[in-house]
């Protein structure tokens, strides 16, 4: 009985609402309020990074390659025997994490001092005794979880997963148009940072190709190119650099 009078109270009350559609309806008065709410803290912008060994997660202090097992002028891309762990939590909008070399400016052991100062693509490795000739590429692979030892980074893969989310270190001092890696260098564009609050953390090149959290631990893996390199040389870069920024 009680739920056939809940139908009845139902039919009745749609039956009213119906007839009042019909009704002329004529504004009287109205008042407009304000819903608000202000949130003062600006957000928490803290990270770190280590250098870890690929084989035992011990702190490193260089990032370096097994010059065993490449040989200079003939081996392609090979991975580095550390990588960066990066340790963050960025809550504030607009906070960011950027990488890239300096190695124009460098005051460093490796010091790259290009011939045509119009056009400069100076990221990656540069040779001590070939100073002048363009570094050696050197890309970076970024995952939230730790890799197996045979994670390649390699930006010319022919599998489409490995080369669109390996990313060539830009320069600071990159100033021409010829993209992936040697577009001109511009503070916090999207292609050189790699975490950024209110957007995520960077798994590809392009705008959109950054997401999920920019808070927790990354991972990021590094490779160079060494079908151009010499020998004897030593290739390096004393100018890696992460920076923290807001906007």
Known sequence: MRKLFVFLVAAVFMSAASSAAFAQFSSVSSVKKTAKVVFTQAGTFTWDIAIKNVSDDAEATDITWDASAITPGSTAWANALQYVLITSTVTQVGAGIQVYTDNVNSSGTYKYYPQDTEAISAGGLVGVQTSSATPLPMAWRMKDSKQAS???????????????????????????????????????????????GGSGWRWGGGPSDIGGSASGSFYMYIGANFSSASTPNEYGTDTLTFEGYTE
Request: proline content about 9%; hydrophobic content about 30%; cysteine-free.
């Open 150 to 196: 045979g994670f390649t980074v390699d930006p010319t893969s022919s599998i489409d997963e490995i080369r669109y989310s390996s990313l060539y270190f830009k320069d600071k001092s990159n100033n021409i148009n010829n993209p992936p890696e040697a577009t001109p260098f511009v503070n916090g564009e999207d292609y050189v940072t790699i975490l950024k």
